[in-house]
């Protein structure tokens, strides 16, 4: 986790975000990339008078001078920091420049009116299904003293996307100081056992959980398992506002393109609804 990417809006992702991930300097952070787009049909074109090569200038130097000052705050806390402006569709121009600069993570936000919910068209759930380094999706950082990886929700179906997530994890141990593991037991798994045949597969899981805890403490971690019996999403979104996480990690796959876009994967959805930030590993 030495470099991370801030996509930054100006509106939802504000210097308050920012501060947040500054903690990650704990877990090898060395530098922040802090990156903004200009969508071409806010800068570029007007009705009958094409393209506007001073209006674009303007705006570009307007967002250079903010990306600066709060450059200025990231190297304060010894952290390096590069500023850069595109201008261009958001979500393809996030991944190039992510890809240009070898970042390990990128951060950014939603676009709605309401900041707990996203769009699934979003440019953030595209630069997720696109992104082939982890993306984290910050939502409500107030209360998250310490960083937003201080107490931290692991699901795990025990996929190879879900082992990655738990290595993610691992690597964040110097900043996290709880982490609950949630394992659920989907309908689709139940649906034609007995009520005293899903017990036993309740406990099969948690067993299965016992290493990564024991991998955890080992770490300095703080981590207790749970399983729970129902609707993936819905268990998880539950565990994550019982145990007052402030971020939830997960893996996703982003491999049936077709079923995620009329149905969404499990992890794309808790990426939606959840009301904390959401850090999804490919």
Not at 43 to 59: I, N, R, S, T, W
Not at 164 to 180: F, T
Not at 206 to 226: F, T
Not at 261 to 267: D, H, I, L, T
Request: aromatic letters at 6%; one cysteine or more.
């Amino acid at each position: 986790m030495k470099k991370v990417m801030f996509a930054t809006d100006f509106e939802t992702m504000t210097l308050s975000e920012l501060k947040a991930l500054l903690p990650l300097k704990e877990a090898g952070l060395e530098a922040v990339f802090l990156c903004h787009v200009l969508r071409l049909k806010e800068v570029a074109f007007v009705p009958y008078g094409g393209f506007l090569k001073e209006a674009q200038e303007k705006m570009e130097a307007e967002a250079l001078a903010r990306l600066r000052d709060w450059s200025g705050v990231v190297e304060e806390s010894g952290v390096k920091a590069e500023a850069f402006v595109k201008v261009g569709v958001p979500w393809r121009s996030i991944l190039s420049t992510a890809q240009d600069a070898r970042v390990d993570l990128i951060a950014l936000g939603t676009e709605k009116d309401d900041p707990e919910e996203l769009d699934m068209g979003s440019t953030a759930l595209k630069v997720v299904r696109h992104s082939e380094v982890p993306t984290l999706i910050m939502k409500k950082v107030e209360g998250s003293e310490g960083g937003i990886f201080k107490r931290g929700l692991l699901a795990v179906d025990f996929s190879l996307p879900s082992e990655k997530a738990l290595g993610l994890a691992m690597k964040l141990s110097p900043v996290i100081e709880e982490l609950e593991l949630v394992h659920v037991v989907s309908e689709k798994e139940v649906r034609e056992l007995t009520p005293q045949e899903i017990e036993p597969r309740a406990e099969q899981g948690m067993k299965a959980l016992d290493p990564y805890v024991c991998e955890l403490a080992h770490l300095g971690v703080k981590a207790k398992a749970h399983v729970f019996v129902g609707n993936t999403v819905r268990e998880i979104l539950r565990s994550a506002e019982d145990s007052g996480a402030t971020v939830i990690i997960m893996g996703t796959t982003g491999k049936d393109m077709i079923k995620e876009f009329w149905m969404g994967s499990a992890s794309h959805r808790v990426a939606e609804l959840a009301k904390c930030s959401v850090l999804l590993v490919p």
